[in-house]
């Protein structure tokens, strides 16, 4: 071998490679033990499938790929007595066992490919799987392109592609490039289809790669409103501590991102910031009975349902208590879904700082089913090209809709009650700005005939394009208790366009 050799050239040659002051060992059919030195060093394999026996005093052994030199899956293993339960390890053409010594390591150490032909998910549980065996860490998905075909899910509940573990980061090298790609034809009649699923869930990340879910490649069944592309939790289930930052999540069939709670078994502490929900056929973000949520900063475009979807109902008890409480729904960009955020049944929730662009029916929607919503904050937020600014059907225990921009609305800037039902209390709305100059709608209106209005303060208002005085409150309840309106304060008729 030439001085200048590569270390990949001596595998091929099967000579001696120094490994730093190490010895690295390798060798050809036959030639191992010529090859050995005396003491004890690295053996160099050029692939676990690799037909060469390891000299029997060799502790460790690298390899420099996975199935074939230079595929990216090589890694580093040690002599181990026996087959250990995970799937990182293989046994050596002498039948020696070697397990894999990596606490964070790429999928391709498992076998994954990335062309988007071969099937990737039996590899990239199994390195979920390893790094959950040895007490937690991150699996790395590098830049390629993943394809998974769905199998049943342990439980039972309907096909998955991932079993995501306790104590698992499944980390992205690059966002754009670094894809998990659903197969076609994976979803059938009825089913409850998941990409990455667990019902139980502690201390788990998800980060910085693409979720493609293939909507169109799924046939008739292209428009679920089951299922996810991200499901963690289930009924009765446990998820803690959870993030998901960074994603790309395309085309899900049904919910883009979905954490599952029940009320006797709460989530808590769940980040869900930075991503990029596109195409869903259902809802972008959903997540349901909660202590400890922050959705921030995320991205949500075209969903047929809601863009971000909080619910808190205890369907067990139907009781007056909410299940759902302490959220963070910040810096969020909602596009051209049905509602911007939808907040069921929820109390002690903060919106700040959100953009809602031509959402079809409101940008933001309070809802109550049993549970009392309470403690919510409405501020700073900016809806624009959408029919309703917010809307609230329900008697609440306190709502503040407090210094938020509406412009563009066709039917009303603040609605009490939603498509003819709804009694609504306890609300405060003060210090918005309603742009009326493109609008001759009403600026807040109360639409239920039959309904109960309660409690109500609006005071101190902007309204841009000095809007005529019967459009600024249009109320069609029958039932009015303690009901007062203030000032609406009218500002200069023109302003330059927005940006």
């Known amino acids: ?299 949500i475009a075209d969903c047929r349902d809601n863009g971000i979807d909080v619910y808190g109902d205890n369907f067990v008890t139907n009781s007056n208590t909410v299940t759902s409480t302490q959220a963070s729904i910040t810096r969020n960009r909602v596009r051209r879904c049905a509602t911007g955020v939808f907040l069921e049944t929820v109390a002690d929730v903060e919106v700040t700082g959100n953009r809602f662009d031509e959402c079809r029916v409101t940008g933001l929607h309070i809802n109550r089913i049993h549970g009392e919503p309470s403690g919510i904050t409405i501020t700073g937020n900016r809806t624009q090209a959408t029919p309703i600014g917010v809307s609230i059907t329900g008697d609440t225990g306190g709502v503040a809709i407090l210094n938020n921009h509406f412009s563009r609305f066709t039917t009303a800037g603040i609605q009490f009650g939603l498509d003819g039902a709804g009694n609504v209390s306890f609300v405060v709305a003060s210090g918005n700005v309603f742009d009326c100059r493109h609008t001759s709608c009403p600026v807040v209106l109360g639409s239920v005939p039959k309904g109960v209005l309660s409690w109500i303060r609006i005071h101190d208002n902007y309204v841009y394009g000095l809007p005529k005085p019967e459009q600024l409150l249009v109320n069609r309840y029958g039932t009015n208790n303690d009901v007062q309106v203030g000032t609406f304060i009218g500002v200069q008729t023109r302003f330059p366009d927005e940006q």
């Open 1 to 299: 071998m030439s001085e200048g050799a590569t270390r990949r050239e001596a595998l091929a040659a099967g000579r001696l490679v120094a490994l730093g002051g190490a010895g690295l060992l390798s060798a050809t059919p036959g030639s191992a033990a010529a090859a050995a030195p005396r003491h004890a060093g690295i053996f160099s394999l050029a692939s676990t499938r690799s037909p060469i026996a390891v000299p029997a005093d060799a502790p460790m052994v690298q390899t420099d790929g996975f199935a074939s030199p230079g595929d990216g899956g090589g890694g580093l293993y040690r002599r181990a007595a026996a087959a250990p339960a995970h799937h990182g390890s293989f046994r050596s053409a002498d039948g020696a066992v070697w397990e894999l010594v990596a606490d964070d390591p790429s999928i391709r150490a498992f076998g994954a490919i990335g062309d988007g032909q071969a099937d990737d998910r039996p590899a990239i549980q199994a390195a979920i799987d390893y790094v959950a065996a040895r007490g937690g860490g991150t699996v790395f998905v590098p830049v390629g392109r993943f394809r998974i075909v769905t199998v049943p899910a342990p439980d039972g509940t309907g096909p998955i592609g991932l079993w995501m573990r306790s104590g698992v980061r499944l980390q992205g090298t690059d966002r754009r490039r670094s894809v998990l790609a659903l197969a076609d034809g994976q979803r059938g009649p009825g089913t409850f289809g998941r990409i990455i699923a667990s019902p139980n869930l502690v201390d788990a990340e998800l980060a910085d790669f693409t979720l493609e879910a293939n909507r169109s490649g799924q046939g008739a069944e292209r428009d679920a409103t089951n299922g996810a592309a991200i499901m963690l939790g289930t009924a009765g289930a446990h998820v803690e501590r959870l993030r998901i930052e960074n994603l790309i999540v395309r085309n899900a069939n049904g919910q883009g991102i979905q954490v599952v709670g029940h009320p006797k078994a709460v989530s808590r502490d769940i980040v869900i910031r930075g991503n990029r929900v596109e195409h869903s056929s259902f809802i972008g973000i959903q997540v349901s009975h909660f202590t400890g949520l922050v959705i921030d900063d995320n991205d």
